[in-house]
């Protein structure tokens, strides 16, 4: 199997703090792109990071990619109670063969 | 303005019947595509539409699945004689073309598969 692999599975933390998630693959990626998905929803995209790329910010968003570690971390600042949800890495490897999923990671923030 | 759309938003069939799954893409989007979520899971690629062109159906599990894309807008994925692990959500997204430069892929709500 090509996924690729979230840690923390789960993560809770107090609103205001940071939050952060990574994300490691096992292929030569074309890019990373980071999801949300809120519970019963559809997923939601929030930021894309090329492989010639190291960091990327998008409002309380950032992201950084370490492609000789094949790994990527989402970091969310001043988290929201609003911020609760499920958070995807996906990415397609060099061939293009492939749009493969983490299994996600759960975040809660506590108000 | 209007996003993908999917119906129905829940199904629930008994073991061995086949359903149809309904997906819009936006308006304009040439690129479709299907995906599969089991309960805690992460998402399954199924099958990607490109235009015209052949669709690449690499991820369906087995040959009960199949997808059609009529007049390259809506999508239709049907699972023959379904079974009880065919019981997941069924995510459709679209975007504009060139997938490997990573254009952004939109979701569609999802359609709720519960089979008995």
């Known amino acids: 199997s090509q996924q690729g692999e979230e840690d923390p599975q789960a993560l809770s933390i107090q609103e205001g703090e940071n939050a952060t998630m990574n994300c490691s693959y096992k292929?030569?990626?074309?890019?990373l792109q980071w999801y949300r998905q809120n519970s019963g929803r559809g997923l939601v995209h929030l930021i894309l990071i090329r492989s010639n790329e190291r960091e990327k910010h998008s409002g309380r968003l950032r992201v950084t990619l370490d492609t000789s570690k094949k790994s990527s971390s989402l970091l969310i600042t001043a988290s929201r109670a609003a911020d609760t949800a499920s958070y995807f890495c996906?990415?397609?490897?060099?061939?293009?063969?492939?749009?493969?999923f983490g299994p996600g990671t759960r975040l809660s923030v506590l108000p | 303005g209007a996003g993908v759309s999917q119906s129905p938003s829940n199904k629930v069939t008994e073991k061995g019947k086949d359903v149809e799954l309904r997906c819009d893409p936006i308006?304009?989007?040439?690129?479709l595509y299907w995906y599969r979520q089991s309960l805690g899971q992460g998402l399954e690629f199924l099958i990607y539409f490109q235009g015209n062109s052949a669709p690449d159906k690499s991820g369906l599990p087995s040959d009960r699945f199949s997808a059609e894309r009529t007049g390259g807008s809506v999508s239709t994925l049907t699972i023959q004689r379904t079974q009880q692990e065919d019981s997941a959500v069924y995510l459709c997204?679209?975007?504009?073309?060139?997938?490997?430069?990573?254009?952004?892929?939109?979701f569609g709500p999802g359609t709720r598969l519960l089979v008995l």
């Open positions: 292929t030569s990626i074309n890019n």
């Open positions: 997204a679209s975007s504009l073309p060139s997938w490997t430069t990573g254009e952004t892929q939109y």
């Open positions: 996906a990415y397609t490897d060099n061939y293009g063969q492939n749009f493969v």
């Open positions: 308006s304009g989007h040439t690129a």
